[in-house]
C-alpha cells in the first residue's frame, strides 16, 4: 500500500502542476498612419469608407499565409479592431497629412454636406507572412460628390518583414496602408484639377 501511495503522490503533483499551468496570454496589435511630412494646405473635404475586407481576414486573430492554399489562425496574436475600421483610420489619418487638410473624416459617421470627396476602398488581399512579408491589394474609388466623377486605381504592395515577431508585421501592413493612401492622395489631387460638370439641375452660368 504505501509502494502504491508513494507512486501516486507525484503524479497528482505533476496533475496539480498542470491544472494550474495558465496559456500564454493574448497580444494584440494596431495599425498606425505612416510620419509623412504635412503637405501645403489644400481645404479639401473628404469622407474615408466604406472600407471592406475579404471575410478569411475579418477577424480579430492574425490570420497566417503558411502555404500557397493555406493559412493558420494565431489565436495568440490578435488584432486590437476590426481590420476595415483600423484599415479607414489608418487612411484618413494619412490623408491629413497628405493633402495638408484637418478635413478628412470617416463615413458614415461624419458625413455632410460639406464633403466634397468620398473615398470608397475594397480590399481584396491582405496577406501575412511572419519574417517574410505583409501584402495589400485594395481597389479603391475617389467619388466628387458634386457632380460624380470618379476616380478608380488599385494599389498592391508587398512590404518586406525581416523579423517573425508580429509588431513587425503590423509595422509592415502600415507601411503598405501609407503607400495605397498616396496612390488615393495622387488621385485627389488630380481629380481636384479637372473642371466639375455642370449638370441639368445646375444650369451653367452665362
Excluded at 495558465?22 to 469622407?47: D, H, I, M, W
Aim: glycine share 4%.
Amino acid at each position: 500500500m504505501r509502494h502504491l501511495y508513494a507512486l501516486l503522490v507525484p503524479v497528482a503533483a505533476l496533475l496539480l502542476v498542470g491544472g494550474c499551468s495558465s496559456t500564454p496570454p493574448s497580444r494584440f496589435y494596431t495599425l498606425s498612419a505612416a510620419t509623412t511630412p504635412v503637405a501645403p494646405s489644400s481645404g479639401l473635404s473628404v469622407a474615408v469608407g466604406p472600407v471592406t475586407v475579404p471575410s478569411q481576414v475579418d477577424r480579430p486573430q492574425f490570420v497566417v499565409s503558411i502555404g500557397p492554399n493555406q493559412v493558420q489562425l494565431d489565436e495568440f496574436n490578435r488584432w486590437a479592431a476590426p481590420l476595415q475600421d483600423s484599415i479607414a483610420r489608418v487612411v484618413a489619418e494619412s490623408l491629413v497629412a497628405m493633402l495638408g487638410s484637418p478635413h478628412i473624416t470617416l463615413w458614415p459617421q461624419t458625413l455632410s454636406e460639406d464633403t466634397e470627396y468620398r473615398v470608397a476602398i475594397e480590399v481584396q488581399g491582405f496577406e501575412s507572412a511572419p519574417g517574410e512579408s505583409a501584402s495589400l491589394d485594395a481597389v479603391w474609388t475617389v467619388r466628387r460628390m458634386q457632380d460624380g466623377k470618379t476616380e478608380t486605381g488599385r494599389s498592391t504592395i508587398r512590404e518586406p518583414v525581416k523579423e517573425r515577431a508580429y509588431d513587425a508585421l503590423a509595422a509592415a501592413h502600415s507601411s503598405a496602408i501609407a503607400h495605397m493612401s498616396q496612390d488615393i492622395a495622387d488621385a485627389l489631387r488630380k481629380l481636384e484639377r479637372v473642371p466639375v460638370q455642370k449638370t441639368d439641375a445646375e444650369p451653367a452660368r452665362k
